[in-house]
């Protein structure tokens, strides 16, 4: 079971919008989170000056496309964000973590860096803006162990801060930490060869890279969805093939009947047309729980 937290935000500016320092209950790490047009401001911030892991982060393009994410570590934090603000342009807000007790070096910093990249690229949920791939840091035994506390609360962060760069849609069992609940699986079938499969979680409907739904549509399916059908075909998270329509990535839809209704090509009670392999709905689910 995973334990309770304490996390206390503190708005600088005084305003949601602005900068942001964020901590965490008895961790010596901290959190800033920065737009761009505040990084000037920034100057008086003293334990900006050491070494730090930071992301850059900008919003997605399209309905659905994915937001952009830059990973770096620095030797000092507000000049390598000054760098940043001069030399990239794609980015709006960046989120730096330091260590309260200055006990990040350099090794350190650079061996996160690589971790957090490996991590973004599997998560799948940014494009990760990075031109070269960070090396990992050769560190001890024990220094790997602190790091792995460290990130852990690093990815719970940035999780609050509303940044989930480094959790997957869907986690693998082998990646699985001992804690999380099992996901349950959902499965659809419909008319043709449509077949899918997914998950409900925190954030919406999940549907799985390989699930197939209907190329047709029936006329009153609503404008809405047909748009988002098109959409879908158009930014590739599906593609076309002779008499069906595959996900090439997993996908997360607001709702199990929106899900439904893209899969099946017509309006449909996601509640009831996902189905547990027994039988079960999504709604007798929901209830039994």
């Excluded at 059908?229 to 595959?246: F, Q, S, Y």
């Amino acid at each position: 079971m995973n334990l309770a937290k304490t996390i206390k935000l503190f708005l600088m500016d005084g305003d949601p919008n602005g900068r942001i320092s964020c901590e965490l209950s008895n961790w010596s790490g901290k959190a800033y989170r920065i737009p761009r047009s505040e990084v000037k401001n920034c100057i008086d911030r003293s334990d900006l000056a050491g070494t730090c892991v930071y992301f850059l982060f900008a919003k997605a393009d399209g309905a659905h496309t994915k937001p952009k994410v830059y990973i770096g570590e620095a030797e000092n934090s507000l000049s390598r964000l000054k760098s940043h603000v001069a030399e990239k342009e794609f980015w709006s807000e960046a989120v730096v973590f330091i260590s309260k007790d200055d006990n990040l070096n350099k090794a350190h910093i650079k061996h996160l860096e690589s971790k957090f990249y490996q991590s973004a690229i599997e998560a799948e949920r940014y494009e990760v803006q990075n031109a070269n791939t960070p090396t990992l840091s050769a560190i001890s035994e024990s220094d790997q162990a602190e790091m792995v506390e460290f990130a852990l609360n690093i990815k719970l962060l940035l999780g609050t801060l509303g940044f989930k760069v480094l959790e997957p849609l869907v986690e693998s069992a082998g990646k699985r930490s001992p804690d999380s609940s099992e996901q349950e699986v959902f499965y659809l079938t419909g008319v043709g060869e449509v077949s899918a499969q997914g998950h409900q979680s925190t954030e919406g409907f999940v549907v799985y890279k390989g699930s197939i739904a209907r190329v047709d549509t029936v006329a009153s399916l609503p404008k809405s969805y047909f748009k988002l059908r098109g959409d879908l075909i158009k930014d590739e998270v599906v593609e076309r093939k002779a008499d069906c329509l595959v996900f090439k990535d997993n996908y997360l839809f607001s709702s199990p009947s929106a899900a439904a209704t893209v899969l099946l090509g017509c309006s449909a009670n996601g509640l009831i047309e996902w189905k547990t392999q027994v039988g079960t709905t999504l709604k007798e689910h929901e209830l039994s729980a």
